[in-house]
């Protein structure tokens, strides 16, 4: 079928928004008439090939719609059902059959290499293939997507909020509830007040942690972190010595850190506000940097780890994360600003300036 989507054929151009053929869903693949899709650093880091996906390709991560027809083989969606995407994966590797999905051993084939799980294509133009992302290229108008990569929501909730809760939310609040699921009174800094630093924040509240500090560069962003739970916020522009001001806030020193930004020197300044037996978890798509292990890490017993889509078996944590929001609990919607699918490059440039937290694509 012919279906409006926003290419990319070559590193770092704009999207332009173009007819394209997708092919028909397999036995086991739904397809979805896209309602939103949340815009994501990581789409961008993809544009300019710091991860190199195979172009031309249809990115878009953060999909949500109505399902439209489905395969022989599916049983859990039927036409007319709303749902929400989130990451790829095979389903048949030891971690995926131990409910590490999030660790699939290939991972970065399905979400990266431009294929479906079964390692080929649905989209084409003019003859030539293009690459798919995560498992769904969700800018566009329409998307073929796996079951296993789908969550069935109910009607009570605005659908084109469910998008970004399958990737950038889920990182930030997963890392938090289900990795690190922190003590009663226990003390956590965020680094960096984007969606996933802002989830974070959030999820700690929930967790009911006693002092949450966040550590970010804009004003505005610092005051929303304050009404989302922080309990204490550091404009890092405006403080010389961010890890002494976190040791001075926690008595010497959080219980755990979280880094979204990516940033080496941040990953080291939260390996210095933790306390002796803490942990840092890293989010953020950091390149090279150096530590001395035995004064940063080893000689307090401290632990550095990756936490790749937040730990979470989707089809288990967004429902949650629906009904904490439905509670109160997790107002995300706060984070998030919709644009038209036509305006894709301004959602892009908004985010890239920080005028804007979550922008959303509303498609259809």
Known sequence: MKIKAAVVHEKGQDFKIEEVELAPP???EILV?????GVCHTDEVAKMQAI????????GHEGCGIVEEVGSAVTEFKKGDPVG?????????ENCLSAHQHGCENFNDINFGGV???GTKRLSQKGQEISSFFGQSSFATYAV???NSAVKVEYDIELALVGPLGCGIQTGAGAVLNRLRPSFGSTIAVFGCGTV??????????ASCSKIIAVGGNPTSLELAKELGATHTI?????????GEIKKITNGGCHYAIDTTGVGDFVKKALGCVRFLGTVVVLGATGDMTINVQEELMGEAKSLIGVVEGDAVPKLFIPKLIQYYKEGKFPFDKLIKFYDFEDINKAFEDSHNGKVIKAVLKIN
């Open 26 to 28: 397999k036995a086991d």
């Open 33 to 37: 008439k896209i309602v939103a899709s």
């Open 52 to 59: 190199p996906v195979p172009l031309p390709a249809v990115f």
């Open 85 to 93: 995407f989130s990451f790829g994966y095979c389903g048949h590797c």
């Open 116 to 118: 479906m799980s079964d």
């Open 145 to 147: 997507v796996n079951q």
């Open 197 to 206: 630093g802002m989830s974070a924040i959030m999820a700690a509240k929930i």
């Open 235 to 243: 404009n890092r522009k405006e403080t010389d010595d961010i890890v």
